[in-house]
């Protein structure tokens, strides 16, 4: 069996600053892609920012150069930093983990973001 907890999510102001983290549990041999999903209410869930077990990353356009998202392979942990948040930012967000060649999904944490 395998976990994923996520944790970091709540309210802000506009421009400032929230760090979610994802830790993996359970029987893991093998840690390959690691991500950060978003979803709106009435809207498809969307990539936020992904980090390859060699650790290249990418973006979503819409947080280039604002998130920033690393992982602690000792610890099989993904984080995203989000600085200068903005309202449009305000979604459920989901971490993303492929384990043992599967594919878990944490389960959501809020990010609202006050404007």
């Known amino acids: 069996q395998v976990q994923l907890v996520e944790s970091g999510g709540g309210l802000v102001q506009a421009g400032g600053s929230l760090r979610l983290s994802c830790a993996a549990s359970?029987?893991?041999?093998?840690?390959?892609?690691m991500g950060w999903y978003r979803q709106d209410p009435g809207k498809q869930r969307e990539v936020v920012a992904t980090?390859?077990?060699?650790?290249?990353?990418s973006y979503a356009d819409s947080v280039k150069g604002r998130f920033t998202i690393s992982r602690d392979n000792a610890k099989n942990t993904v984080y995203l930093q989000m600085n200068s948040l903005k309202s449009e930012d305000t979604a459920v967000y989901y971490c993303?983990?492929?384990?043992?060649?599967?594919?878990?999904w944490g389960q959501g944490t809020q990010v609202t973001v006050s404007s």
């Open positions: 359970g029987v893991i041999f093998r840690i390959n892609a």
């Open positions: 980090i390859s077990s060699g650790g290249s990353t």
């Open positions: 993303y983990v492929n384990i043992n060649w599967r594919d878990y």
